[in-house]
């Protein structure tokens, strides 16, 4: 029998909700406030979800400060009891950090940069130590003293999900008990110019699945769970199953016939030991482009064998997140089964758009501010499918 994997409550911090209980009220309202107009470096306006300073501390506590590590401890502060009470039952030497993120310190590459160029010489303060790939994880286990395995992972938009699934198979391999698992990530310059490069960046917000979508809208975000092979919350939310593939059909688009995510989704519930029937909504990746869009709606249909599951994306509410959203987008299924547990009238996370669903891609049951669920979720899929084809879907459940 696989050994079960619990997630403790949700930390979330992004631009529309500081804490897990704002982010609920937010995907069920279908509230876009935190997407506003911002001014890139080379003068050029975006809308994005990048969360205000004004809500950050100062100063992080961290080695080399970055607004990325701000967001991140800012987050990881909603879970610090978990943490704590993970390292009392097992010993730090038995927690694990797995952080999905995309961002590599790109706040002191600009201005070393800068420096280096005008000057000849970075500043004394420079070190790459600081743009490394894995400090996001690093920051965590030298914050909270842990000692088992710490690793970051940046597969672009499925960053997290991955932390999650590896932190899964650590404990689910005896490696570890716990580990804390998510990820961070920022809608920097460096970020919005790149997107804008690819002419991927919507010049509105995003509108996912209408055939009047152009792009994504990027956002600022963190997520972070304590995953262990104990209850620490007694929430009773299990990683049921997960699945991943690597269709690699393109560095930045992926394969049109969607087969990939079709897998990477397959994968997930044959991991959990159920049929797709079983699966009450679906959080859907949603990026607002062509092509992503174009292709989930196909695995999707696919996958349901053209059941229309209730789904919709976040993405229009929170920003694409990048190595964020894999966890953020868990942790809005996480609420989806915690938060309508004996309600009589079960909401799910709505999504925001024009309502103008492409007629050239197979019809999705997306649920709009008027949907009205017929029963509690017991159990929710959230899928993330990054450039390259790294795709991953998670499976979360009520503990029966």
């Known amino acids: 029998m696989m050994l079960s994997v619990y997630f403790s409550k949700p930390a979330v911090f992004c631009a529309c909700a500081r804490n897990s209980e704002e982010l609920w009220v937010s995907a069920t309202a279908g ?134 699934i590896k932190a899964a198979e650590l404990i689910r391999g005896g490696i570890c008990d716990a580990v804390v698992a998510g990820g961070v990530d920022i809608a920097s310059d460096t970020t919005l110019l790149g997107f804008d490069s690819l002419e991927a960046v919507s010049s509105a917000v995003t509108n996912p699945f209408s055939k009047n979508r152009h792009g994504i809208t990027l956002g600022d975000a963190a997520a972070f769970f304590v995953l262990s092979k104990t209850d620490l919350n007694e929430n009773n939310v299990e990683l049921l199953g997960y699945g991943e593939s690597a269709d690699a059909y393109h560095m930045t688009s992926p394969d049109p016939s969607g087969d990939g995510a079709r897998r990477a989704m397959q994968k997930a519930l044959d991991s959990a030991g159920i049929s797709a029937d079983k699966i009450d909504y679906v959080n859907l990746h949603g990026t607002g482009t062509k092509f992503n869009d174009s292709m989930e709606a196909k695995a999707v249909d696919a996958v349901f064998a053209g059941r229309k599951v209730p789904c919709s994306t976040t993405k229009p509410l929170t920003g694409h997140t990048l190595g ?23 909401r799910l996370p709505v999504q925001v758009w024009d309502g103008q669903q492409d007629s050239e891609i197979p019809e999705l049951n997306i649920v709009a501010s008027d949907y009205k669920a017929k029963a509690s979720p017991r159990i929710c899929m959230s899928n993330s499918f990054a450039f390259g084809g790294s795709n991953a879907s998670l499976i979360l459940g009520i503990k029966e």
């Open 31 to 164: 509230n876009q406030t935190g997407i506003r107009k911002v001014t890139a470096l080379n003068g050029k306006e975006f809308f994005a979800a990048r969360i205000q300073d004004s809500l950050l501390q100062e100063k992080s506590s961290a080695r080399y400060d970055m607004r990325i590590i701000r967001i991140e401890e800012k987050c990881l502060e909603q879970i610090e009891g978990e943490i704590a009470a993970a390292k009392e039952q097992f010993g730090s030497g038995r927690i694990g950090i797995c952080v999905g993120s995309c961002d590599n310190g790109t706040e002191f590459s600009i201005a070393g940069h800068r420096e280096y160029f005008a000057s000849g010489a970075f500043s004394p303060d420079y070190s790459l130590e600081m743009q490394g790939a894995d400090y996001v994880s690093t920051f965590i286990a030298e914050k909270y003293d842990l000692k088992g395995p710490c690793m970051t992972f940046s597969t672009a938009c499925s960053s997290s999900a991955e932390a999650i």
């Open 324 to 346: 964020a959203a894999g966890a953020l987008e868990a942790a809005v299924c996480f609420l989806a089964l915690t938060k309508n547990k004996g309600s009589s009238e079960p």
